[in-house]
């Protein structure tokens, strides 16, 4: 059984920083690709950013110069690293992987709130 788990939201002012963490834990042979997405009330779940196994990302254009994924392979983890928050990035933030256990599947974590408030 593999798990994602996140950490890291909360209320944030309006140009303050949060970093998201995500750690995938169980019977991992290995993980390929990572990513980040969110969901705002009333909106679809849109991709965030996103990394390769060989750390090539790639980012929304809404978080561009702004956020900054990264991961370490020793620890299974992926973060993200929030910067210059606005009201609008307010959403619950999703970690996704696809990991090769017996077999390759992707894996949603459980979401962490994300509040940018005055």
């Known amino acids: 059984q593999v798990q994602l788990v996140e950490s890291g939201g909360g209320l944030v002012q309006p140009g303050g920083s949060l970093k998201l963490s995500c750690a995938a834990s169980g019977s991992i042979f290995s993980i390929h690709a990572m990513a980040w997405y969110r969901q705002a009330p009333g909106k679809e779940r849109e991709l965030v950013a996103h990394i390769t196994s060989g750390g090539s990302t790639n980012y929304a254009d809404s978080v561009k110069g702004r956020f900054t994924i990264s991961r370490d392979n020793a620890k299974n983890t992926v973060f993200l690293q929030m910067d210059s928050l606005k009201p609008e990035d307010t959403a619950v933030y999703y970690c996704?992987?696809?990991?090769?256990?017996?077999?390759?599947?992707?894996?949603w974590g459980q979401g962490t709130q994300v509040t940018v408030s005055s």
């Open positions: 996704n992987a696809y990991i090769v256990t017996g077999s390759y599947t992707n894996y």
